[in-house]
Nanobody, 122 residues
Framework: VQLQASGGGLVQAGGSLRLSCAAS????????MAWFRQAPGKERGFVAS????????YYADSVKGRFTISRDNAQNTVYLQMNSLKPEDTAVYYC????????????????WGQGTQVTVSS
């Protein structure tokens, strides 16, 4: 499956952004999806995941209550709505996919998008 992330940009603290990740090449609904992020000088870390039908979602504690992951299987797209953004949310955000939900939560998958930069100014 090929993944294309978009929607990043520069926003002030307290603002919102919505990231999108469009998938192609395979049956999208067969894949659990997740977002990770990597800030400068830090390792890539888990942000949020969503199951194949969207029934189950899971969030890192740092974004719980502020970010919402969703998917539209008809549009082969997963979204990350980010509200109440903080400067520490600044990072390159990556989407990932795997048929195994456990793999997508840990990042143990070969399927990654190219990343989209999110910068939150204070």
């Amino acid at each position: 499956v090929q993944l294309q992330a978009s929607g990043g940009g520069l926003v002030q603290a307290g603002g919102s952004l919505r990231l999108s990740c469009a998938a192609s090449g395979r049956t999208f609904s067969n894949y659990a999806m997740a977002w990770f992020r990597q800030a400068p000088g830090k390792e890539r870390g888990f942000v949020a995941s969503i199951s194949w039908t969207g029934t189950n979602t899971y969030y890192a504690d740092s974004v719980k209550g502020r970010f919402t992951i969703s998917r539209d299987n008809a549009q082969n797209t997963v979204y990350l709505q980010m509200n109440s953004l903080k400067p520490e949310d600044t990072a390159v955000y990556y989407c990932t996919a795997d048929v195994n939900l456990g793999n997508v939560r840990t990042g143990a998958t070969p399927y990654w998008g190219q990343g989209t930069q999110v910068t939150v100014s204070s």
